[in-house]
């Protein structure tokens, strides 16, 4: 009996012969393989350390930094841990990179469809624009918006000054800065309620739009309500804000909002090199929708703009959104050529500043790394969300 | 640019770290023997203490330092080659193995000490730290100096010294931190900051550097002990014995009239000090795996102390600082090295 089951059910073949139980085995010998791999790095790495006297562990994060920073979004002062000039540099990172990704977008969609322009002075100089930015390597760029234009910006003492209240000098630009005082709450729930307001507007006169076909103007009367409420909140709440206006003290300008020169320059400087790669990218997206449609959008009588918005611009960005990716991976990361002239961001403060007071190289460059790692995987989640949603749906 | 090379450096760092530990084990002396050359570490152009010149020599005090543990070790003080390094580079490429000594004006401090798994082997100049500031801004002293905005390299003790030194007078101020010195100066003259600060040494040399060196003045404050010198790795104590006895030879060699234009004559010396010193009598280089006569190849090649100072920051160059506290103990200064016996 048991011998006929045998000869009945196909034999299988024996199991290092069973293409099956092979692939698996493999596979767990490439995963013990690497594995072990990055244990011996580790291990070694750490035992090597240990033998040569170098210190090793996350314990310097509390140790007390004792070095000043320039310029912080969250609170810090000399007395604060390194992990808080961690904080430091990372938002001061991500400031600098979030300010250049949406400069870069707004000037590369206005380059990029400018290339494509009609007139052929807008299309040159475009064209001349991109060739030239993209063809210099950053760092000089960064270098000449540093220093070319700080040298001719006039010392604190000779400073621009615009209407008493805003100033500019070779330290910065000075702003005044918005104190919000009791009663502001009422300014803030004006606001939630305008943005509220002309989200139900879009809603319904979409509505409409579909029931009826006739269009009603939800941008002009969008913009009057968020603009219109709050200014009405703020009149009747009596005013309740207060302007801390700079001023010249002792070496410089004291009070209100500065703007970095460093921060300034590296942003100019990013901004104005990945706008370049964007226009780019756009002049191509454009490109890629065929004559043909926007030929039928004439047919139906689409005036020119909205023919761009609602045939050419939807089916352009699928072939931008992927490309446009890698340039907001690409900013951020240069960045980073902050160090050069002195912008504190995360590589020049933790991975500079931070990692030579403690000599622990492994552990700074490590993290920041993972930090790095971390922001661009994040953009890459966002902008592929994002590209779904614009992609071609197949039903 | 400086990213690559400070990642470049921290790779370096965890792929030796990665090489068994025989390798570091090894001698370092067999190791330079074996290349036939000492690799030295020093800055990327400060006057006076290392930076090349226009034939693209090295030359500076800290680059004698090198020529001279060349000089002991070859005979040799052409037996070097530099490697130019930020402040932020100098330790992580002294501890990854890519130099074998790190001489770059680095301030002698016990965490450098303790948790850097380095020796600082002794001091060939003591400075301190300073201020320059524009002569026009009309300050006279460091006290004055609240809300100013100063230029500062980065990865260096002056950046916590001035911290502590306005967190201490309850002054504020912003700090401007640049890569490299030679970025503190362009930031300093394009008016970024009002103020430069590094040590004394440094900042007599970065003014020499400025377009019109007049219009810039040191202030007298002091504020931090900067006491700086040669580097070595830990656990490998023949070489730091070399490297800290080198020094003191020259030092000796100075308290003893030993010069490099009689060191000849020197040879001839019935002082036993002097005999000592150049390997005329007893086993004073073989005691340290040298030739006898490694103390006479330093002088004859190099100079004592006080000549390898002359030439590069004394008052006949454009630094033209004054012996000071770096003067020898017996004419009023600090400098002590143990006797060689």
Redesign the interface.
């Known amino acids: 009996m048991k011998k006929q089951t045998i000869e009945s059910s196909p034999a299988g073949p024996r199991p290092w012969y069973d293409p099956r139980v092979r692939s698996i085995f493999f596979q767990i010998v490439a995963i013990a393989l690497v594995a072990w791999g990055g244990w011996t790095?580790v291990d070694?790495?750490l035992?090597?350390?240990e033998?040569?006297?170098?210190?090793t562990g996350f314990g310097f994060l509390d140790e007390s930094a004792?070095?000043?920073?320039?310029m912080h979004l969250v609170p810090y002062d000399?007395?604060m841990s390194y992990g808080r000039t961690f904080w430091v540099g990372l938002t001061n990172t991500l400031l600098v990179s979030a300010m250049g990704i949406v400069a870069a977008t707004i000037l590369g969609f206005i380059i990029g469809v400018a290339r494509l322009s009609n007139n052929w002075l807008v299309a040159k100089i475009s064209l001349v624009y991109i060739e030239v930015i993209r063809n210099i390597p950053l760092?000089l760029q960064i270098f000449f918006w540093y220093?070319a234009v700080?040298?001719n910006?006039p010392?604190p003492r000779q400073s621009v000054d615009v209407g008493g209240a805003v100033f500019l000098n070779?330290?910065g630009l000075y702003l005044p800065e918005p104190l919000t005082q009791d009663g502001f709450g009422l300014v803030w729930a004006a606001i939630i309620i305008a943005i509220a307001a002309v989200a139900g507007l879009k809603i319904w006169a979409r509505k409409r739009q579909l029931a009826t076909g006739e269009i009603f103007p939800t941008f002009k009367v969008g913009v009057a309500i968020l603009v219109l409420l709050p200014v009405v909140a703020y009149a009747s709440a009596g005013q309740p804000l207060e302007w801390d206006i700079p001023a010249l003290?002792?070496?410089?300008f004291?009070g209100g909002i500065t703007l970095i020169?460093?921060l300034a320059a590296l942003w100019i400087a990013l901004s104005l090199y990945t706008a370049s790669f964007i226009a780019e990218i756009v002049r191509s997206g454009i490109l890629s929708v065929s004559k043909g449609q926007t030929e039928a959008a004439k047919a139906l009588g689409l005036p020119n703009g909205l023919s761009l918005r609602l045939v050419v611009i939807p089916q352009a960005m699928r072939v931008i959104i992927p490309p446009l990716t890698s340039q907001y991976l690409n900013l951020v990361k240069n960045s980073?050529?902050a160090?050069?002239?002195?912008y504190?961001d995360l590589?020049?403060v933790f991975?500079?500043?931070t990692?030579?007071?403690?000599?622990q190289?492994?552990e700074v460059?490590a993290i920041t790394m993972a930090v790095y790692l971390t922001i661009s995987l994040l953009i890459s989640l966002f902008m592929n969300i994002y590209n779904r949603a614009v992609a071609i749906k197949e039903r | 640019m400086f990213k690559a090379r400070s990642f470049a450096a921290g790779a370096a760092l965890v792929i030796s770290t990665l090489a068994s530990s025989h390798a570091f084990a090894a001698s370092t002396l067999d190791a330079v023997k074996e290349k036939g050359h000492l690799q030295c570490g020093v800055t990327n152009g400060l006057p006076g203490f290392s930076q090349p010149d226009q034939d693209g020599n090295w030359t500076g005090i800290d680059v004698d330092t090198c020529r001279a543990v060349a000089a002991a070790v070859f005979g040799d003080a052409k037996a070097v080659e530099f490697t130019p390094l930020t402040a932020k580079e100098r330790f992580t490429a002294l501890q990854s193995g890519e130099i074998d000594m790190l001489s770059r004006n680095t301030t002698w401090t016990l965490t450098r000490d303790a948790s850097l798994g380095l020796n600082f082997a002794g001091v060939n100049y003591y400075d301190g730290q300073g201020f320059l500031i524009n002569k026009g801004i009309g300050v006279d002293d460091a006290t004055q100096l609240s809300g100013a905005t100063i230029c500062i390299q980065s990865g260096t003790t002056t950046e916590l010294n001035l911290s502590d030194y306005f967190r201490a007078k309850g002054m504020d101020f912003k700090p401007i931190v640049f890569d490299t010195s030679e970025q503190t100066v362009q930031g300093f003259s394009a008016g970024r900051c009002d103020v430069l600060t590094s040590d004394r040494s440094q900042l007599a040399a970065l003014r020499s550097k400025l377009a019109d060196p007049d219009s810039a003045k040191i202030l007298p404050n002091t504020i931090s002990k900067e006491p700086l010198g040669p580097v070595v790795r830990q656990g490998d104590d023949q070489w730091f014995n070399i490297v800290k006895w080198v020094l003191s030879v020259q030092i000796n060699a100075e308290e003893l009239g030993v010069t490099s234009a009689n060191v000849d004559d020197m040879l001839k010396s019935d002082n036993p000090s002097i005999q000592r010193l150049l390997g005329t009598d007893g086993d004073m280089g073989s005691k340290l795996g040298l030739q006898e006569d490694f103390g006479y190849e330093v002088i004859k090649n190099v100079g004592n102390y006080g000549e390898m100072y002359a030439r590069n920051v004394g008052p006949d160059t454009p630094l033209g600082l004054d012996r000071g506290i770096n003067a020898l103990w017996t004419d009023g200064g600090i400098l002590y090295a143990p006797p060689v016996r």
């Open positions: 790095l070694n790495t035992s090597n350390m033998s040569r006297g170098i210190s004792g070095f000043a920073i320039i000399a007395t760092l220093f700080l040298s910006l010392s070779n330290r003290k002792g070496f410089n004291g020169p460093e980073s050529l160090t050069a002239i002195g504190p590589v020049a991975m500079g500043t990692l030579n007071q403690t000599g190289a492994v460059v």
